[in-house]
């Protein structure tokens, strides 16, 4: 089992960042693949970014390809969300979630997946 803490939203300006992290207690964070999901007042909760347990693969949806970057750190139980280039669609709670994991390699998108889940961060980006 494994119990995930967000931090690091806040409010920002278009065009500005933030970097989200998330950590994670229990010994065995490396077997994990973890996501970041977002959830927008009204709306349902949707992919943000994904990475697999330990070879570093990624995948992005598209509406933050190229601004956002995840990343995660197996030997300090963290995974990161660094966010540039916000834009006022980007406002929403920030989720990360994690799902065991047998393969090394896969990254997974849909939130029914992923076992555990933080708390949330707030995100907002003022226009």
């Known amino acids: 089992q494994v119990q995930l803490v967000e931090s690091g939203g806040g409010l920002v300006q278009t065009g500005g960042s933030l970097r989200l992290s998330c950590a994670a207690s229990g010994r065995t964070f490396s077997r994990y693949a973890m996501g970041w999901f977002r959830q927008a007042p009204g709306k349902e909760r949707e992919f943000v970014a994904a990475i697999s347990r330990s070879d570093g693969r990624t995948y992005y949806a598209d509406s933050v390809k190229g601004r956002f970057t995840i990343s995660r750190d197996n030997a300090k139980n963290t995974m990161e969300l660094q966010m540039s280039s916000l834009k006022p669609e980007d406002t929403a709670v920030y989720y990360c979630?994690?799902?065991?994991?047998?393969?090394?390699?896969?990254?997974?998108?849909?939130?029914?997946?992923?076992?555990?889940w933080g708390q949330g961060t707030q995100v907002t980006v003022s226009s």
């Open positions: 979630a994690a799902v065991p994991a047998i393969s090394t390699t896969v990254v997974h998108i849909v939130p029914t997946v992923y076992d555990y």
